[in-house]
């Protein structure tokens, strides 16, 4: 317990040293008492002077760039959260860079040892100097044998012990965020203790390569039909949970316009193609590339498009695909009345909202944008205005459409660069009129009606004793006994469970430990 205190102290000293403090007390005033520990807290330290004609954006990447990895990490979550800090904060953090010194090659190379074997490790030769490097990971090239034949491939490599940094983190944040938000009423519409959980979550997995490796691999099977989008080939006998590694990409970065030309690569085809393959994932597939800026793709000399870094995915249920799919043609159609309908059918807004003045809503949205040259109209930032007039009829944030209508953005803004001409509208068309097509054929009507069969089937014998359950239900509910509230993530609960078990200890000792803090540091 102490051990997270104490570090709860350090980030706390930091945080305000940063300038950290100063920027948030900005954006959302923190409580008088709060306020006092920080000045306390920081008293004798040399604070960072930020500068006063930045925003308070580019003032809150700067001190969380000084605070390292975790709150990095941090920032670039909330980038993908608008819901929770708004829109002009999300948009600052996403220009958040973790690049950071490499470790040394012999550390590297006894990682690598050690995760795969003496076997498997001889099979590989000539390992560079890394070619990239992160908070995270580091990436080398290297060759290795396989059936005989040398393969060129890149290896990802974690960094050393960055998984006991980020727990020990990512523990007395929580424990700050518990205390903030159950001794501060107003702080909870922060929602600090969930932002910090989701960030633990996140991060695990990002933590485990052999999830990256998977999400490559499920995205190469999706894809591998597709014309003109390769993914690169995972490896498994030489990927662990500390260790990826995949095919070399032989290509040009696509922000490198003038040498895809030299190439012979024709630019306007490459950017319809970016825009339709994004949307086949989203639409088709259900499973996309979250993070497709231009620093993860690349070009070969054929004019293919190569993803690489598959830590961040996106995945849409059949629910929601159908959802953006007759939304976004709806648009293209002006067909207010069918986009609110869409709406109301998927359940995103509450029944007694009325439709007419729902679409209504819609048609404010949609004919300013009719009003612009079509190919100047971004589907990202369409769907970015959806999303405002939306939860203005109390409709329920959607965290895997916001990453999509972020990737959308980025995907639009790299095809532009391409090709400044590009129609987003009119090369998106074929796709979405493909799959609703499809999504609507006789064939897949009647296959999912077989399926909802076969559900119902299964389910006959569990009848009676449903029957009974809800019986009981109705009972308890008449009784008053029936507690209705909707429960939340188990694991949050768990974790809020541990932290209430000591939070009465650590404000008992709150003031004799920052007197000790003050002392040491």
């Given amino acids: 317990m102490f051990k997270r205190v104490i570090k709860l102290f350090q980030i706390a000293r930091n945080l305000s040293n940063s300038g950290a403090v100063e920027i948030i007390n900005e954006i959302h005033t923190l409580p008088a008492p709060l306020g006092l520990f920080f000045n306390c807290i920081s008293f004798g330290s040399n ?32 980038a993908t959260r608008p819901d929770i800090i708004g829109d002009e904060l999300a948009k600052s953090l996403e220009k958040l860079q973790d690049k950071v010194p490499a470790f040394d090659i012999y550390d ?21 100097e890394p070619i990239a490097a992160a908070s995270i990971a580091q990436v080398h090239l290297a060759k290795i044998k396989v059936n005989g034949e040398d393969q060129q491939v890149a290896i990802k490599i974690l960094r050393p012990d960055i998984e006991k940094l980020f727990n020990e983190e990512l523990d007395a944040l929580m424990l700050f965020a518990y205390i903030v938000e ?15 959980h989701l960030l633990r979550e996140i991060t695990n997995i990002e933590m485990d390569l052999r999830f990256e490796a998977a999400a490559a691999n499920e995205l190469f099977e999706n894809t591998k039909t597709d014309k003109g989008f390769n993914v690169p080939k995972i490896y498994w006998n030489f990927t662990t949970k500390k260790i990826l590694t995949l095919d070399k990409v032989e290509g040009v970065s696509i922000r490198e316009h003038k040498k895809l030309q030299e190439t012979g690569v024709n630019l306007k085809n490459l950017a319809e193609n970016l825009i339709q393959h994004f949307l086949k994932q989203a639409v088709r597939d259900g499973f996309f590339h979250g993070d497709m800026h231009q620093g993860n793709l690349f070009v070969d000399k054929e004019g293919n498009i190569i993803p690489v870094d598959f830590g961040i995915m996106g995945r849409l249920d059949k629910n929601n695909r159908k ?12 067909d207010y009345v069918k986009v609110a309908e869409v709406h109301f059918q998927a359940g995103l807004v509450p029944r007694d909202t009325s439709k007419e003045e729902f679409a209504q809503a819609l048609r404010s949205v949609g004919e300013p944008i009719f009003g612009q040259s079509i190919k100047d109209i971004s589907g990202g930032n369409l769907l970015a205005q959806l999303f405002e007039i939306t939860e203005k009829f109390n409709m329920a944030t959607q965290p895997p459409l916001l990453l999509l209508q972020k990737t959308m953005v980025v995907v639009e803004g790299v095809a532009r660069k391409l090709y400044p001409e590009t129609n987003i509208w009119e090369v998106s068309k074929p796709v979405l009129e493909d799959w609703l097509k499809n999504v609507k054929s006789p064939k897949s009507t009647f296959q999912t009606a077989i399926n909802t069969s076969s559900e119902i089937i299964k389910r006959i014998p569990d009848f009676p004793e449903f029957i009974d359950r809800a019986d009981y239900a109705l009972k308890l509910m008449a009784e008053g006994k029936l507690n209705l509230a909707v429960g939340g993530n188990k694991n949050l609960e768990m974790e809020q469970m541990k932290l209430k078990n000591f939070r009465n200890n650590i404000v008992i000792s709150f003031f004799g430990i920052v007197i000790v803090f003050l002392l040491v540091f």
Avoid: P, W
């Fill in 47 to 78: 604070s960072v002077k930020l500068d006063k004609h930045k925003s308070r954006g580019e003032k809150l990447c700067l001190a969380l760039q000084g605070m390292g990895t975790t709150f990095i990490k941090l920032g670039q979550f909330l």
């Fill in 182 to 196: 159950n001794t501060f009423s107003k702080a909870k519409r922060l929602k600090l203790v969930e932002v910090v």
């Fill in 108 to 128: 590297a190379k006894k990682i690598i040892k050690k995760e795969i074997g003496e076997n498997y490790y001889r099979n590989i030769s000539e390992i560079t």
């Fill in 323 to 334: 959802f953006l799919a007759e939304i976004l043609y709806g648009f293209i159609q002006r």
